[in-house]
């Protein structure tokens, strides 16, 4: 899969996600899931589970995009998911 | 047509259903339609697990099998890494048997299941999921089948976030509220069950499942809560103020509403289903705080993990797990559902443990130390029972029990917080879980008449006899001899026979490099949500 359709991808499994949320916000790549889209901790991790799951169960170790310096990061950008996910199914 | 309806009532006990079905209330017959059904059906006591907490006890119901085969005994599970304690999340994946669901449906049976715990993410079922449990936020995603979602979000009045898992207000369970609060408490709690009703009203009237199961679980909340205004032991009308009569008012009220539930769901099953009520546990009330790993410290066999005086450590403090010193604990207990004892065996990853040699000893040592905790109030013992894993979950899955489950003499459950003293009297009685639940049963070929004491893996038996199904010869329930009327018996013979679908025995969060990975993301998550601290 090349990466503009990962990034589609990615972008469609979010916008699902967040299909039942009320929410009016449009998503864009600078769009931050914590400070726009209103999630809460266990919906990070809910994500990267839905994410896989769309990408046939792949394992993708998102503890590595979840995690800088030993603390959990506070906030992301649908980008730096779609670079993450991009840069690890090229790999 | 619907052959079996299965209604969950979590925590339901006759302890409070008694005197609002036979009158003996203050405000009279509350509960109507339901004392017709025991007046006209079977009722008896269900014996719940031997530990009675809501995952393990449905997952009996949903299995037909104890703990120590299905491997599910609390919310919570933990791995012992020796320097430190992984707390995780039990899920669908961590039971090891087949569930009623999945064996109805492989012989051709429709099924459809509503709120019941631990079934997220959801199976493969022939009809309809969805789980409890749950956050609003992702019901789309564990609902089976998805389009399922969309069908049940066309409702009149369907709002997710009514109806599901809300863990802030979930985590005030224990909290002491003053009368105006818990009022708003128990408000809050009221639309919960009207949605899970709404929707298994729906899906019966247009599937007409073979099999339709719902737990509505609004009981186990507001009697954790407001116990002290249902018991007949603690309500005083004459001695209640105001704000109390109005918080029982409105208890009573959502008791009224239950009522009407069951009669709608009753009514809509029809004359030829056989209808169901069973609860995972009773109520009582806990008038005790016992602080258990404060005793154990007492003991000598734990260490808390040092203050460092930050706000980090103030709420591992506070949380609901085992904060410890894990490289000088040799017994903990890691939550306070578990109401369990783990006793850490010595290994190269945990070299403080207690030598496998002196097991026996420690625990036999350990087990005469509970047993001596008293109350200081009173003189009395606090802990009525110590069971050994091997006594109360034997089976395949026994060594994820906890080592020793503690029975308190209140029925209570414990604190894990590090407070002192170790036993203390709460302000007011907090409702806790008791063994016996409820039975009810009404339908063709049910005989009238109040049985002997069932156990709970008994209901699954009697279901899968009720839907025509053999019952599996791994069950560990039966059909009780005077449930049915000697007619039906003659034309619908209970006949034991087959298996229930072989499982890997293991659970499926354990063992190879995926699963590994799949630890870490609970792990992440259960960071994430505060549940442990960095």
């Known amino acids: 899969m090349d990466a503009a359709k990962v990034r589609a991808l990615v972008q469609a499994t979010l916008e699902e996600f967040i299909e039942d949320w009320g929410l009016e916000a449009e998503i864009k790549p600078e769009t931050r899931i914590v400070e726009d889209l209103e999630f ?3 919906d990070v991790i809910q994500l990267t589970v839905a994410i896989e799951s769309a990408l046939g169960g792949r394992k993708l170790g998102f503890q590595d995009l979840l995690m800088r310096d030993g603390r959990y990061i506070d906030d992301l950008s649908l980008r730096e998911v779609q670079d993450f996910v991009a840069a690890k199914i090229a790999a | 047509m619907t052959q079996t309806f299965l209604l969950g009532l979590d925590g339901a006990s006759y302890t409070v259903l008694r005197p609002l079905i036979d009158g003996s209330a203050d405000e009279g017959v509350v509960m109507p339609y339901l004392a017709g059904l025991v007046a006209d059906g079977y009722s008896a006591t269900l014996r719940s697990t031997a530990h009675p907490l809501t995952p393990p006890a449905w997952t009996s119901v949903c299995t037909g099998r104890t703990p120590g085969h299905h491997g599910i005994y609390d919310f919570v599970r933990f791995e012992d890494m020796g320097d430190d304690i992984y ?21 051709g049976k429709t099924v459809a299941s509503l709120n019941f715990p631990m079934m997220a993410p959801p199976q493969e079922v022939n009809g309809a999921l969805v789980p409890g449990f749950v956050s609003w936020k992702h019901l789309r995603r564990n609902t089976w089948p998805r389009e399922l979602y969309d069908r049940i979000k066309t409702l009149d009045g369907f709002d997710p976030r009514e109806m599901s898992w809300d863990f802030e207000r979930e985590s005030q369970i224990g909290d002491v509220m003053p009368d105006d609060e818990l009022h ?19 899906l019966l009237r247009e599937d007409n499942p073979d099999l339709m199961a719902l737990m509505l679980d609004g009981t186990d909340k507001i009697q954790h809560q407001a116990w002290h205004v249902l ?6 009308p004459s001695e209640a103020s105001h704000g109390r009569k109005k ?22 099953a029809g004359p030829d289903c056989q209808f169901v009520i069973v609860s995972d546990h009773g109520f009582t009330g806990a008038e005790k705080v016992v602080r258990i790993n404060k005793y154990l410290e007492s003991l000598g066999v734990l260490a808390w993990r040092a203050h460092d005086g930050s706000e980090a450590a103030r709420r591992r403090d506070l949380a609901n797990f085992a904060n410890l010193d894990w490289t000088r604990t040799r017994a903990y207990c890691p939550t306070p559902s578990s109401n369990g004892v783990v006793i850490r065996v010595k ?3 945990n070299p403080g443990g207690v030598d496998p040699a002196e097991y026996e000893s420690f625990r036999a ?11 200081p109030e009173t003189g009395e013992a606090v802990i009525r029972e110590v069971l050994k894993r091997e006594d109360a979950f034997p089976g395949p899955a026994m060594g994820q029990a906890p080592d020793l489950t503690l029975v308190l003499s209140d029925h209570g459950f414990v604190s894990v917080r590090n407070l002192a003293p170790a036993v203390v009297t709460r302000p007011v009685p907090m409702g806790t879980h008791h063994p016996d639940g409820i039975f009810i049963m009404t339908g063709p070929g049910v005989r009238r008449a109040q049985g002997a004491v069932l156990s709970i893996v008994d209901t699954t038996a009697i279901v899968a006899h009720g839907l025509g199904l053999d019952i599996p010869a791994d069950f560990e329930g039966r059909v009780p001899d005077d449930l049915f009327d000697g007619a039906w018996l003659t034309e619908h013979p209970v006949r034991i026979g087959g298996q229930t ?16 990975d799949q630890r870490e993301e609970v792990l992440a998550q259960l960071r994430l949500l505060g549940y442990l601290e960095d």
């Open chain 2, 501 to 516: 679908a072989a499982q890997d025995g293991t659970p499926a969060h354990d063992g190879d490099e995926a699963d590994e």
């Open chain 2, 184 to 202: 708003d408490w128990v408000e809050k709690h009221l639309p919960r069950d009207h949605q899970w009703f709404n929707i298994g009203l729906h």
């Open chain 2, 365 to 375: 040592g350990l087990i005469a130390e509970l047993l001596a905790l008293r109350d």
């Open chain 2, 87 to 107: 707390f995780t999340l039990y899920d669908s994946r961590d039971i090891r048997c087949e569930t009623l669901w999945q064996i109805a449906g492989r012989a």
């Open chain 2, 347 to 349: 290994s190269d990853k």
């Open chain 1, 40 to 42: 809460d901790s266990i």
């Open chain 2, 231 to 236: 018991d007949p032991r603690y309500w005083n």
């Open chain 2, 247 to 268: 918080v029982r008012a409105l208890v009573l009220d959502y008791f009224r509403g239950l009522d009407g539930y069951i009669r709608e769901l009753h009514q809509a």
